[in-house]
């Protein structure tokens, strides 16, 4: 049986692992995937790769192609899921700020340097005209701190997936004043270089496994209710989700590839660029 180590967040869209877990199917292929929810999100899970803590991440797009430039020994191996992420821009429900243009020159909570939710505020200031230069920022870890944060005026905004936050706006703890969708594919596979030389064929079984299941996710009997007890979330509002939720089973391309890391440049995200074959590996 050979152990392997995969982490993501605990979000509506790795929904599909876990139910390829429960049923057996990489056991039955002498795979033991051990899945790990990272909170923390895109910058933990990075350092987690790099520090051989993860031999696979279902991570953003944005953010590991930042830290593969920044010297992250790993590759991206499959677009996961292809339709954008839309993040929700939330206030504190209580608060003054009314528009997303209130929100030039206030200090935005992230989840941690290198994270979505600080790439999506230089995508959102890019996108409103402000200078990225004055941006300030409020580490905050996890939704939780975030909460805390805006509630106590710490932080005056915060980025997160719209969907995932929707109970907060709910129960009148946060407000929605916008959203900003990626300009990219929103989660792809990534796997630790080390790992992906010494069990090419490990890998390329597991994406067949979760290809099978995402290909057909949206067909799963009841499917909306599952994910909206999961996930304690409207099931008008999933039923949504996964209209707008596009699927992948095929590997970032070279000319989407440089699409998107010429983007980041442009926003200041990254300051070099690295080569398709150093970041991307086809199977």
Known sequence: MKTVKIVGVPEHFNLPWHLCIENG??????????WNNI?????????????GEADI??????GIVKDIVAGNPSKIVQIYVQSPLIWGIHVAAKSDFQTVEDLKDKKVAISRIGSGSQLMAYVNAHENGWKTDNLQFEIINTIDGAVEALTKGTADYFMWERFMTKPLVDQGIFRRVGDCPTPWPSFVITVRDEFLKKNPKVVEKILEIINKTTHDFTRIPNIDKTLSELFNQKIEDIQEWLKLTQWSQKNLSEKAFIKIQNQLFDLGII????????TVKAL
């Open 25 to 34: 199917e990489f056991e039955a292929e002498n795979i033991d995937l051990q």
């Open 39 to 51: 909170p923390e999100g895109t910058g933990k899970m990075c350092q987690m790769l790099r520090d």
């Open 57 to 62: 991440a279902v991570i953003l797009t944005e």
């Open 271 to 278: 300051d070099k660029k690295s080569t398709f074959v150093e």
